[in-house]
């Protein structure tokens, strides 16, 4: 039985999770935080890559089971199935993202995934558009996609809390007051 848990953390480009997961990391004790951005080779050779670093990474969490250490990841293979979604890559992600799910399914953690959204798609651009994150010329290209990202994050989770019921499925609306977030957070991961 478990006795740590596996968090994963996703959404959209600006929809905050790098704060939640900071928050997260903070305030649940015996958590490690790790920050994945993928890899940007969009060829069948980064698509092997990608498979190979996704695989070792899930043998690393097969390792780390009951350990009484919480993983915390701010994006996983999430993330690489829905940019091959939304045609970003020159490939299809699926068939190893369904393999990887049912192996993740089956790790002796308690799971969450969690997907951040914000329900004002609008405040994506004036998140994009802050001092050190995005110029504005971007933040307009950017604000696009992380509306169509977000959209494919949603359906993303609906689909895995229908086929995986042993998943913590939550999504958590992140366009509201912070504190209010927090206390969101907290019931469900108990902290």
Known sequence: MSNSKL?????????????????????????????????????????????????????YMEKMQNKNINLLFDRTFFSEENYCR??????????????????????????????????????FEKRLDREGKAVPDYAKFATE???????????MADEIEQSYKNINVIKIKNDRDLEEVKKDINKILEI
């Open 86 to 123: 939304l045609g970003k890559k020159d490939y299809s992600f699926t068939d190893v993202y369904e393999k990887l799910l049912e192996r993740f399914s089956k790790l002796d953690f308690e799971i969450f995934y969690i997907t951040l959204y914000l329900e004002d798609e609008s405040l």
């Open 7 to 59: 968090i994963i953390v996703e959404g959209a480009q600006g929809a905050g999770k790098t704060t939640i997961t900071d928050y997260i990391r903070h305030s649940l004790k015996y958590t490690n935080l790790y920050r994945l951005c993928g890899i940007s080779d969009s060829t069948i050779e980064g698509k092997k890559k990608t498979t190979d670093m996704y695989v070792d990474l899930l043998e």
């Open 145 to 155: 996609n992380s509306i169509k990202q977000q959209r494919e994050y949603l359906k």
